[in-house]
């Protein structure tokens, strides 16, 4: 099985700009996570998705957002890019339960400019 | 609250050595589950092991080891006869079935010297 994939694994970006980044769970996985990790505060729990729909959310501003499509596949998104957005996005799937693990991909690491 | 404690953030052993990782969690849950993760410098986290609160078994597998204690709320980890290649950044974390996300130790580096 094809483990979880994240695009692109590096962007550059400007402050006040906006970026999107794409996660495609492992199959049948139907629960997508996503978190921020940073030198500072470490992994940071961002939001969930499970069937389309974001089951918990972390304590991030409105600026973060993100979405699920029926293939599970999620897409977040961070609107008027800030310095301290530079992170690495790690996203993480698995089939759905509380207990299941977490899965993880190699994360895409932003640099805002 | 729910909280995970790595107190050791470095720790550097010439290979061979044993070393132990320690990780301690509170939670007021009474079913949960812990986990150790490893960042290579790579940065994927890569999943170890998964315990269970209802489930204290002690689990070996090759040189890795697990000591669950619910008694002193600690989940630590021991490689015995380490290498080169373990060095990475190892995360303890704990979920609850009340909560889906994921809370992280801060991480321990470990450093294996040849």
């Known amino acids: 099985k094809a483990g979880v994939t994240q695009t692109p694994r590096y962007l550059i970006k400007t402050r006040g700009q906006q970026v999107t980044l794409s996660c495609s769970p492992i199959?049948?996985?139907?629960?997508v996570s996503w978190y921020q990790q940073t030198p500072g505060q470490g992994l940071q729990f961002l939001f969930e998705?499970?069937?389309?729909?974001?089951?918990n959310k972390g304590n991030f501003p409105g600026r973060f957002s993100g979405r699920q499509f029926s293939n599970s596949r999620s897409e977040m998104n961070v609107s008027t890019l800030e310095l301290g957005d530079s992170a690495l996005y790690l996203c993480?799937?698995?089939?759905?339960?509380?207990?299941?693990?977490?899965?993880f991909g190699p994360g895409t690491r932003l640099t805002v400019l | 609250a729910q909280k995970v404690t790595q107190a050791q953030t470095e720790i550097s052993v010439v290979e061979k050595e044993d070393v132990t990782l320690d990780c301690v969690y509170e939670?007021?849950?009474?079913?949960?589950?812990l986990f150790w993760y490893k960042q290579p410098p790579s940065g994927e986290l890569v999943f170890l092991i998964r315990?269970?609160?209802?489930d204290e078994q002690n689990e070996i597998s090759g040189r890795y080891s697990w000591n669950f204690q619910k008694s002193t709320s600690s989940f630590n980890f021991t490689i015995t006869a380490s290498q080169v290649v373990d060095s990475a950044v190892y995360f303890c974390?704990?979920?609850?079935?009340?909560?889906?996300?994921?809370?992280w130790g801060a991480g321990t580096k470990l450093i294996i010297k040849p």
């Open positions: 993480a799937s698995r089939p759905g339960t509380v207990e299941d693990t977490q899965y």
């Open positions: 315990r269970n609160s209802f």
């Open positions: 974390a704990l979920s609850m079935d009340s909560n889906y996300q994921l809370i």
């Open positions: 199959s049948g996985h139907r629960s």
């Open positions: 998705y499970f069937s389309e729909t974001q089951r």
């Open positions: 939670t007021r849950d009474t079913t949960y589950y």
